[in-house]
Nanobody, 127 residues
Framework: QVQLIESGGGLVQAGGSLRLSCAASGRTFSNYPMGWFRQAPGKEREFVAAVSWTGDSTYYADSVKGRFTISRDNAKNTVYLQMNSLKPEDTAIYYC????????????????????WGQGTQVTVSS
């Protein structure tokens, strides 16, 4: 059984930065694309970013493009989300997700295409 554990959330002022981490255990990282989603209070879970299992392809929501960077270190079974120029509207619980698959990374923009989920980490951006 796959376990995904997020860390790195917290409180930051607008314009600041945070780096989220998601450590995976229980399976090989091969053919395992991963993504980040977020859910703000009263809103649906939304896609943030995805990365191919090799790490050489990425895909972003328009709302974070140019500010957030997703990456992975397969030797550490860890995926990262570097968040810069944070805005109050980025406030949400951020979830890490993964699934077995070999489609192009843009295919993984929707939550129902992921089999495994972490518990989430809170990110709060103050104005």
């Amino acid at each position: 059984q796959v376990q995904l554990i997020e860390s790195g959330g917290g409180l930051v002022q607008a314009g600041g930065s945070l780096r989220l981490s998601c450590a995976a255990s229980g399976r090989t990282f091969s053919n395992y694309p991963m993504g980040w989603f977020r859910q703000a209070p009263g809103k649906e879970r939304e896609f943030v970013a995805a990365v191919s299992w090799t790490g050489d392809s990425t895909y972003y929501a328009d709302s974070v493009k140019g500010r957030f960077t997703i990456s992975r270190d397969n030797a550490k079974n860890t995926v990262y989300l570097q968040m810069n120029s944070l805005k109050p509207e980025d406030t949400a619980i951020y979830y890490c997700a993964g699934t077995k698959g070999t489609y192009r990374v843009s295919y993984y923009y929707t939550a129902n295409r992921y089999a495994d989920w972490g518990q989430g980490t809170q990110v709060t951006v103050s104005s």
